[in-house]
């Protein structure tokens, strides 16, 4: 059976969430997302984001292995965390409002992505 190719943009959709979400997480890149500066809702962020943005990448890396196997897998995955990383670097320097709007978008492309899949 054939490979979609929805499940390798799920993949990247997930790896970029879950570098957004690390970002967010941070003093220094959330002022950036948000323009905002350090409050409560930071604090309590900084302990939850974490783990969420984690639990993201390790979806990413599950899904990367499922589609090509352990070795493969894990080069896609990390060939995923790089251009995820590269491109919310990029934007988080020149357009940080559209890292913002990607990453609120990558959730809704990730289950469009599974549909996608699920169809093709």
Do not use: C, D
Not at 49 to 59: H, M, Q, R, S, V
Not at 80 to 97: R, V
Request: no cysteine; glycine share 10%.
């Amino acid at each position: 059976m054939m490979k979609s190719a929805w499940l390798y943009l799920a993949a990247f959709a997930l790896a970029y969430l879950g570098l957004a979400s690390l970002a967010y997480g941070m003093e220094r890149h959330h002022k950036q997302l948000t323009r905002a500066h350090a409050s409560a809702v930071l604090k309590a962020l900084k302990r939850v984001t974490p783990l969420a943005a984690w639990g993201w990448l390790l979806a990413a890396l599950y899904l990367a292995i499922s589609l090509e196997g352990a070795g493969p897998g894990s080069v896609l995955w990390l060939g995923n965390l790089t251009a995820g990383a590269m491109l919310l670097a990029l934007m988080l320097t020149y357009a940080p409002g559209l890292a913002r709007g990607l990453a609120m978008l990558s959730l809704p492309l990730i289950l469009l992505s599974m549909v996608g899949a699920y169809w093709a």
